[in-house]
C-alpha cells in the first residue's frame, strides 16, 4: 500500500506564489511568517503527518471506533498515541490565535497544515478540524470568562470542540430544531434534547469535550430567529481551570457508515437524567450568527478534504501505474507488456487527477488568503474586499471540491481497475471516505442556493463582476505566452459564459425563483472551475516569468503549463455549456416533480 508523501512542492509553490503568503506575513499579528521559518514548519509538519498520523489510517477504517457499554468510545488502535503526539508538537495551534496561545499564523498557512493532516487520515482529522470551528465560534462570540475557562486548552488540543446542529427533524433546515434551553437563577441553562450525527461527540482522545450546541430558550421566536447558542462541556470546569462533576450529555449510539469509520458519528442526548448543565454564548436567539462563524470555518475546511482525498488518491494510483503492466501502448518498443501509465487513457486520467488536483489546492488557499485579509488586512476597504471574497469563495471550495473529490477519489479507484474496488489497495477508502464531504456542513445543494441567493447579490452582483473582471484579466496576460496561449482562450471563454450567467441570475432570481434554483447547482460550477483556471494559469504566468534561467527552473514552467493545458481543455472548456443548465429554467421540473407526486 502506497505510503503519503505530502506534495511540499506543490504546497510551497500555491503558498508563494497562487496566494501570497509573503504579502500576508506584512500584516500586522502576521509578521512572524518568515519564509524561512515557514519552510521549516511545512518540512517538519510533512514529516509528522507522514510519519505518525498516515499510518494509523488503515487500522482507522478496518477498526474504526466503538461505543462501549457504558457509553465511552475507544478510538481506532494507534489514534490516541498519535493525538498525544500532535498536542506534543504543537500542531493543533499554528493559525489559532495568539492570545489565547495559538501560533497566531495566517489561516493560509494553517490550511496547508491541515491539508497534511486531512491527507493522512481524513476521520482523525476531523477532531481538530470541529475543535478549530468551536474555537471559532468562542473566540469572536463567546464571553471573556468563557474564552479564559475554555479557550486555551481547546487551542493546545488538551480538550476537543464539537457541533451539534443537527437533529432527527431538523437537518438542512436548522430552523426546525427542537433541544430545549431552561434557565437557572444562577445564570446557568439547562439542555434538554437529542442531537444526531455529532461527529466526534465522544471519544477517548481528549479528557473534556466542549460541546457547542444550537438550542431554543422559552418564548423563543419559532425558525432560525429563536436559536441560542450554549457550550456544554462534558466535564464541568472549575474557576480555576481544573475539571469537576461529570455533565449530562451522553453518547447513546455510534452510526455505521460507508466511510470516515474512524470519526465517532455519534447520537448524543443532553440532559436526558439532570439536565445538562449549559452557559449561553452570545445573546439569547442570536445562535445562527455564532453558528455561521462555525460553519464557514468549517465549509472551507471540508472543502480541503476534496483536495487532500484527492491528493492521497493520486498518490496512490500512480504508484499503482508505475508497476502494473497489461497490453501495449500505441508506440511500445520490444515484447514486454506495457505499463498502464504508458496507455494514453491512463496518462489522461492521472493528468487530470494532478490538474484538478492544483486547481482545487489553489482555489482553496486563495480562499483562506481572502479569510487572512478580511481578518488583518490594514483598512476597512482591504477588510471589507477579504471578506467579500472569501464569502464568495466558500460555498465554491466547499461544493466544487468536494464533488471533485468524489469523482477524483473514483478516478484512482479506475486506475486500479479490479484491484481498485477489493478492499487490499487501499484505493476504495478514499472514495468510501470523500463522498460525506458533499453532504456535511451544509449539502452542496445549500452552497448552490447559498451563492445564488446570497453571495452573487453582493453589491448587486458588483462582487462576483470583480472577481470575474481579474479571471478575464489573468486570460489576457497569459494570452501573450504562447505556451498558455490555449488555457488562456478556454478561460478567458469560461469568464463570459460566467459572466452572462450571473447577469440571468441576477435578473430572474426575485421574479422566477424557482427557475434560479434550478441553475444555481451549475453556476457555482461555472464560477469555481473559472475561479480555479484562473488560479491555476496564474500560477502557470509566474513560473513562466521566473528569473531563474536554469534547468530545473525551465522544468518547472513547462509542468506548470501542461497542468494549465490539461485543466483548460478537459474542464474548462465544459464552461460555456454549462451555460444552458444555468438558464433553462424549471418548467420540466416542475412538470416531472408533480407527474412523480401524483403516480
Ligand atoms: C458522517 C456525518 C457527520 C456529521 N457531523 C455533524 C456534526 O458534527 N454536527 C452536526 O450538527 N451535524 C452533523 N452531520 C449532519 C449533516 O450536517 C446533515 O446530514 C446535513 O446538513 C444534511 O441534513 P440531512 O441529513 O437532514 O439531509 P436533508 O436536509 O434531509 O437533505 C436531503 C436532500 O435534500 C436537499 N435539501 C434539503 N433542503 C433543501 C433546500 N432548502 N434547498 C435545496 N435542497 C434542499 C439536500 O441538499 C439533500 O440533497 C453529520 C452527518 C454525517 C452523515
Known amino acids: 500500500m502506497t505510503q503519503y508523501k505530502a506534495p511540499l512542492d506543490e504546497i510551497r509553490f500555491t503558498l508563494f506564489e497562487v496566494a501570497n503568503l509573503e504579502a500576508l506575513g506584512n500584516l500586522e499579528g502576521f509578521q512572524q511568517t518568515d519564509p524561512d521559518l515557514v519552510d521549516g514548519l511545512l518540512a517538519e509538519a510533512a514529516r509528522f503527518f507522514e510519519q505518525v498520523v498516515a499510518p494509523t489510517n488503515r487500522d482507522g477504517d478496518v477498526v474504526g471506533s466503538r461505543r462501549n457499554d457504558d457509553g465511552s468510545v475507544t478510538t481506532a488502535p494507534g489514534f490516541a498515541k498519535a493525538y498525544r503526539q500532535q498536542v506534543a508538537a ?43 470551528a468551536a474555537i471559532d465560534a468562542l473566540a469572536h462570540h463567546g464571553s471573556p470568562q468563557q474564552q479564559a475557562i475554555f479557550l486555551e486548552k481547546m487551542v493546545t488540543g488538551e480538550w476537543s470542540g464539537t457541533m451539534n446542529l443537527t437533529e432527527p427533524h431538523a437537518g438542512s433546515d436548522v430552523g426546525a430544531l427542537t433541544t430545549r434551553a431552561e434557565p437557572k437563577a444562577d445564570g446557568t441553562w439547562r439542555i434538554v434534547g437529542q442531537k444526531i450525527f455529532i461527529t466526534w461527540g465522544e471519544h477517548d482522545l481528549t479528557e473534556n469535550i466542549i460541546h457547542l450546541v444550537l438550542a431554543r430558550t422559552p418564548d423563543a421566536p419559532t425558525g432560525t430567529r429563536g436559536i441560542s447558542l450554549f457550550v456544554v462541556p462534558k466535564y464541568l470546569v472549575h474557576t480555576d481551570g481544573t475539571l469537576g462533576e461529570r455533565n449530562d450529555v451522553h453518547c447513546v449510539s455510534l452510526e455505521h457508515k460507508l466511510g470516515i469509520h474512524a470519526s465517532p458519528t455519534c447520537v448524543m442526548s443532553f440532559g436526558e437524567r439532570t439536565g445538562a448543565v449549559g452557559y449561553l454564548v452570545g445573546e439569547e436567539n442570536a445562535g445562527m450568527v455564532a453558528m455561521f462563524t462555525m460553519m464557514n470555518n468549517a465549509r472551507l475546511s471540508v472543502g480541503l478534504e476534496g483536495v487532500a482525498l484527492a491528493e492521497r488518491a493520486y498518490q496512490q494510483a500512480l504508484d499503482h501505474a508505475l508497476q502494473r503492466r497489461q497490453g501495449r501502448a500505441p508506440d511500445a518498443l520490444g515484447a514486454e507488456p506495457s505499463l498502464i501509465i504508458e496507455h494514453p487513457d491512463v496518462a489522461r486520467m ?151 450567467a450571473s447577469e440571468w441570475l441576477l435578473e430572474c432570481f426575485e421574479s422566477r425563483r424557482a427557475d434560479a434554483l434550478v441553475g444555481a447547482h451549475a453556476y457555482l460550477e461555472m464560477l469555481a472551475l473559472s475561479t480555479a483556471g484562473a488560479a491555476l494559469l496564474d500560477g502557470a504566468v509566474a513560473a513562466a516569468s521566473s528569473s531563474s534561467a536554469s534547468v530545473a527552473a525551465q522544468d518547472f514552467a513547462t509542468d506548470r503549463a501542461i497542468l494549465a493545458r490539461v485543466f483548460a481543455v478537459n474542464r474548462l472548456a465544459q464552461v460555456p455549456a454549462l451555460l444552458a443548465a444555468v438558464t433553462a429554467g424549471s418548467v420540466d421540473m416542475h412538470i416531472a416533480r408533480k407527474r412523480l407526486l401524483t403516480h
Open 350 to 500: 492521472l493528468m487530470d487527477m494532478r490538474a484538478s488536483i492544483a486547481a482545487m489546492r489553489s482555489l482553496c488557499y486563495r480562499n483562506a488568503e481572502a479569510l487572512d485579509w478580511a481578518a488583518q488586512g490594514p483598512d476597512e476597504a482591504s477588510r471589507t474586499r477579504g471578506a467579500e471574497r472569501a464569502a464568495i469563495l466558500t460555498p465554491l471550495s466547499k461544493a466544487w471540491c468536494t464533488d471533485l473529490g468524489c469523482e477524483l477519489t473514483s478516478t484512482g479507484i479506475q486506475i486500479h481497475g479490479g484491484m481498485g474496488y477489493v478492499e487490499e489497495t487501499g484505493a476504495a477508502q478514499h472514495f468510501r471516505d470523500a463522498r460525506i464531504a458533499p453532504i456535511y456542513e451544509g449539502t452542496n445543494g445549500i452552497q448552490a442556493l447559498d451563492l445564488a441567493s446570497r453571495k452573487l447579490p453582493i453589491r448587486d452582483g458588483a462582487a462576483v463582476a470583480e472577481l470575474l473582471a481579474e479571471i478575464s484579466c489573468t486570460a489576457k496576460t497569459a494570452a501573450a505566452n504562447p505556451n498558455l496561449k490555449l488555457a488562456a482562450s478556454h478561460l478567458e471563454a469560461a469568464a463570459t459564459a460566467t459572466a452572462t
Open 90 to 132: 504543537g500542531w493543533n495551534g499554528v493559525a489559532m490565535p495568539a492570545q489565547f496561545g495559538g501560533g497566531g499564523f495566517p489561516w493560509l498557512l494553517g490550511l496547508a497544515v491541515q491539508e497534511m493532516l486531512t491527507s493522512a487520515n481524513m476521520a482523525y482529522s476531523l477532531c481538530s478540524l470541529l475543535t478549530q
